[in-house]
């Protein structure tokens, strides 16, 4: 098992219709690929994290980079996972206000690139404490 967490900048406000159109379509492949996650939205702005096989993630990964509804994509985390942290979810979504987006890309913020290099070592404690808030947000926020 695989994951990759990232965070971008949505192209231009997401709106609701915009965002299910996403999420169902998401949803629907993932489903198929046995991909589990969730992203979270909050002021023009993703997180998310996907969990999988290592080659469904990295290629989900590469199509999800070229997406024209989003840009700026910085990859936060990648690397071999114990377990699921959202086996329950195709993908889990939360719309969150600006302030609650703050918290999440501050503790994103932690891995510097040393970390990341050094993942396994180093980088475990840090998408713990990521995956901590990622879901304390979606249950919070959770729709759909
Ligand atoms: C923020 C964001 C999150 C996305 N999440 C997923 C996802 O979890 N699963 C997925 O298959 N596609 C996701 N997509 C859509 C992919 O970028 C892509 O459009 C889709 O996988 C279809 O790929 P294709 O057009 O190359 O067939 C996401 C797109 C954006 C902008």
Partial sequence: MYHIIYSSQAKKAMTLT???VLLMQARALNERQH???A????AGQFMQVMEGEE???KDLYERIVQDPRHHDVRKLAEGPIATRSFAQWAMAFGEVPADKFEVLCRVAEYQTPAQMADH???GRAVDE?????MKELV????KG
Avoid: N
């Fill in 35 to 37: 991909v589990t996650g």
């Fill in 55 to 57: 080659a469904v993630i």
């Fill in 139 to 142: 249950h919070m926020h959770a």
């Fill in 39 to 42: 992203l979270v939205y909050g």
């Fill in 129 to 133: 404490r990521l995956l901590a808030k």
């Fill in 18 to 20: 915009t965002l299910v």
């Fill in 120 to 122: 396994l070592a180093v």
